[in-house]
């Protein structure tokens, strides 16, 4: 053996050595590491047999209780469960429908002064809603156009306006008026379409003086409708109407009160009263017999 392989002998044996411990170290560690993961699955494979013996132990428990309770205190227990939960329904009902009627009832009338009064304070108009421009009619164009004036500077509103269907009539009609069975005047009244009764002789055409009667009181009025021949075939015609502008006595027609501000027609013979007034005016035309 040469000098050389002699002086490495020993480092050689050293190094080997080391590395011998080093194995031996590892793999120390890896059979602790082993045993400690095996140590660690048999003591969960025991914590899992405790509690599936645990849960077996309480299911063989209460089927043991269940089987010895008697079917009768099963039942009766059952009964009792379902007469709390009646009770309970019942009371929890009825205290809904008490509190609904209590809503639903009425306010007190103290209350509806406040409320009539808080509706009107919030309907009153802001300084801005007067301060802009009221485009809403005022009815001061149709009372102008409506006014009378007389001479001495007075006016009157009529109370009547004649509708679209207003005509003038073709026959010759008149008014004979009668006063005690006696003839005192006739009146011609073919001339235009309506004509205005009352005591106000600035716009009355038929003026009438007796106390019962209004300043305006009726108007007659002559109107274009259709009308039904015997053979079923409608053809127009201009028939008299009288209509009562809701005076203080009424107007009657044959002894009998018409209804106020309605249409009412005249046939030839009627005999027409205004108020109280004893005086009769009866309706004629040319061709009356």
């Known amino acids: 053996m040469s000098r050389r392989s002699r002086s490495r002998s020993p480092r050689r044996y050293t190094q080997s050595r080391d590395e011998f411990r080093n194995s031996d170290a590892r793999g120390h560690d890896s059979k602790q590491s082993n045993h400690n993961r095996d140590h660690g699955c048999e003591s969960r494979s025991k914590d899992q ?140 009244i073919q001339r235009q379409s309506a004509y205005l009764v009352g005591r106000d002789r600035l716009v009355a055409d038929i003026a009438v003086d007796h106390p019962s009667c209004s300043k305006q009181h009726a108007a007659i009025q002559y109107r274009y409708v259709q009308e039904k021949d015997e053979f079923g075939s409608s053809k127009g015609v201009v028939k008299p109407f009288v209509i009562d502008l809701e005076s203080t006595n009424g107007t009657s027609v044959n002894d009998e009160a018409i209804p106020a501000a309605r249409y009412y027609e005249l046939k030839a013979g009627d005999v027409i009263k205004f108020g109280l007034s004893t005086r009769e005016y009866v309706i004629l035309h040319d061709e009356a017999s």
């Open 49 to 188: 047999g405790s509690s599936t013996r645990d849960r077996d132990r309480d299911y063989k428990r209460t089927r043991r209780d269940a089987h010895e309770r008697s079917p009768r205190d099963y039942r009766e227990h059952d009964r009792e469960r379902e007469r709390n939960k009646d009770r309970e329904r019942y009371d929890r009902e009825h205290n809904s429908s008490r509190s609904q009627r209590r809503s639903a009832s009425p306010r007190s009338r103290s209350s509806r002064p406040h409320d009539a009064r808080s509706r009107s304070a919030s309907k009153e108009p802001t300084l801005e809603d007067k301060m802009k421009p009221n485009m809403a009619p005022s009815g001061l164009l149709a009372a102008e156009t409506n006014t009378v004036k007389a001479v001495d500077g007075t006016s009157t509103v009529l109370k009547y306006n004649e509708p679209p269907e207003a005509r003038k009539p073709v026959l010759g009609w008149r008014l004979y008026v009668f006063k005690d069975a006696e003839q005192v005047e006739l009146l011609h």
